[in-house]
């Protein structure tokens, strides 16, 4: 997993960034780092990392606007945000924004590796199917997602969803027909044992704001337990 794959690390703080990056060279990766917001948006564009390392807090654009500015110019590079404050609007603001996973300062070497590799993981291949004998195209009503080719369509009509839309709408339907608490779509769509819940919530949002306008609503709500997709 980590040979040949580029890692930009980006935090103004020259200690923890030298930190990280001798880290992340000693367990095989590639690396480039940049100290702004500014260089990292330079440095992404010339460089074409498959993952960036983003500091929060940036003495000129902040973690969450370099994120915004890749995201729209239609750069889907896998992003882990890297933040003193572990609160939960800075959580769903980071991830809502297009970021994959969130480190807190002070963190381990260690643990930072492991988000690093799961992260690369989850972006390297499509969501995978529950069985061997299921087909690669997911289907509830007129609903189609086409996990081959990243594919989701309604009614006939393509439906655009961004990496994760597209992996929690692959769970959901996945499961179609059970209520999923928002603990298991946490472990089943961003691998974490524990977050939080508004995480799930938003993204719920997100993805009933683009496939009710489509059809009769698909997903509901469980009051006090979860979500469920079916007819």
């Known amino acids: ?36 917001g500014e260089e990292a948006l330079r440095t992404a564009g010339e460089e074409r990392p498959d993952l960036v390392l983003l500091d929060v807090m940036l003495p000129d654009l902040d973690g969450f606007e370099v994120c915004r500015r890749l995201r729209a110019a239609g750069d889907q590079v896998p992003v882990i945000f890297l933040t003193a404050r572990d609160t939960p609007s800075d959580t769903v603001t980071g991830l809502t924004l297009g970021g994959d996973d969130y480190v807190t300062k002070p ?40 996990e081959t080719h990243w594919r989701v369509r309604r009614g006939g009509v393509d439906v655009d969803l961004s990496p994760t839309e597209f992996r929690l709408l692959a769970y959901l339907m996945r499961n179609a027909g059970r209520v999923l608490s928002r603990t298991q779509i946490l472990a089943g769509v961003w691998g974490w044992d524990h977050g939080n819940p508004q995480v799930v919530e938003t993204y719920i949002s997100y993805l009933r704001r683009k496939l009710d306008p489509l059809g009769t609503p698909l997903i509901h709500t469980q009051r006090g337990v979860g979500y469920a997709l079916r007819p």
Not at 6 to 30: K, Y
Not at 114 to 125: D, I, P, Y
């Open 1 to 36: 997993m980590s040979e040949n794959r580029r890692v930009l690390v980006v935090d103004d703080e020259a200690n923890i960034r030298d930190l990280i990056d001798v880290a992340l060279r000693f367990h095989g990766f590639a690396t480039v780092t940049a100290g702004t």
């Open 107 to 146: 963190f381990s070497i260690e643990a930072l590796i492991a988000r690093v590799r799961a992260v690369l993981r989850r972006a390297a291949a499509p969501p995978p199917s529950t069985s061997p004998s299921d087909t690669d195209v997911l289907r509830v009503a007129d609903l189609e997602l086409d």
